[in-house]
């Protein structure tokens, strides 16, 4: 019934697909090229009069982004580099903030769920500092650190600790009662209940916290990128923007949107690795 249920759903992806991408051919096949149009219409479609195309159809995209998987890290200079090597920065950038969100949210995570002096205390900055936007940081990291390349990587430390801290205090104090008591009776200490009893305990809701860390992490450093410039899957988005390479725009969103996929399902297994069923 399972595996059933599993191919009806992947021909209903691919159906899908399908029907979008005959949508999008159609609705963009009739406009011809922006050598055809007067320089006001060519204008107002996001295409220039020197012969790009209007919006290009999903043949057009497909091609483009063929040509990106079959040589994706050439480098032909600081504006012209493979889709590879630009989501390779990314990638690297995304990495070590989630890394350090991960050595500062979990042991103060751990620290908040078990001490409820230490939750009343520090929930009031974490209350203020939560809701504040990412980028709202750049500035101020910018001007204090003056170097882009750590700014960005300040940032999504910033984004990802908070949904790893809260989780982690959420599942450690949600450690059922009878659990600590038993250590508690058995006399094993407070490190060893931490790592033997709680940490076990709570570790589906502390993956869970990082699953959703790594795609806020992953929707951040695009918008971060195309802020400070230089390297990265989002200054390359905006810099083919400014190409007017709409085909390289999109093609772009496919390859964040495959990457972001790729890093959620990474978590999703390990998250299923450490769920246990009562």
Request: charged share 10%; hydrophobic share 55%; proline share 5%.
């Amino acid at each position: 019934m399972g595996l059933s249920l599993r191919w009806r759903a992947a021909v209903l992806t691919v159906f899908i697909f399908c029907a979008f991408s005959a949508v999008w051919e159609l609705s963009v096949g009739g406009r011809g090229e922006a050598t055809n149009m007067s320089p006001e219409y060519a204008a107002l479609m996001g295409a220039t009069a020197k012969g790009a195309s209007a919006m290009p159809g999903p043949l057009k995209v497909g091609g483009q982004i063929w040509e990106h998987v079959l040589n994706p890290f050439y480098d032909k200079g600081p504006n012209d580099k493979g889709v590879g090597i630009q989501l390779g920065y990314s990638i690297a950038r995304v990495a070590v903030g989630f890394l350090l969100a991960v050595l500062t949210a979990v042991p103060l995570g751990f620290l908040i769920g078990m001490s409820p002096l230490f939750y009343k205390a520090l929930d009031p900055f974490i209350q203020v500092l939560k809701p504040v936007s990412p980028l709202a940081w750049m500035p101020l990291a910018l001007y204090t650190i003056k170097d882009s390349v750590i700014s960005s990587v300040f940032v999504i430390y910033i984004c990802s600790v908070w949904p790893m801290l809260i989780n982690t205090a959420f599942g450690v104090a949600s450690v059922r009662r009878e659990w600590l008591n038993v250590a508690r009776t058995l006399e094993v200490g407070r490190m060893r209940t931490a790592l033997r009893v709680i940490l076990p305990a709570a570790a589906p809701t502390i993956m869970t916290g990082m699953r959703i860390s790594i795609g806020i992490a992953w929707l951040v450093i695009v918008a971060a990128e195309m802020l400070v410039g230089g390297t990265g899957i989002g200054y390359f988005v905006w810099n083919e923007w400014n190409n007017l390479s709409i085909t390289n725009v999109i093609a772009a969103i496919v390859f964040i949107g495959l990457i972001g996929m790729l890093l959620d399902q990474v978590l999703a297994f390990f998250t299923k690795l450490v769920t246990y069923v009562e």
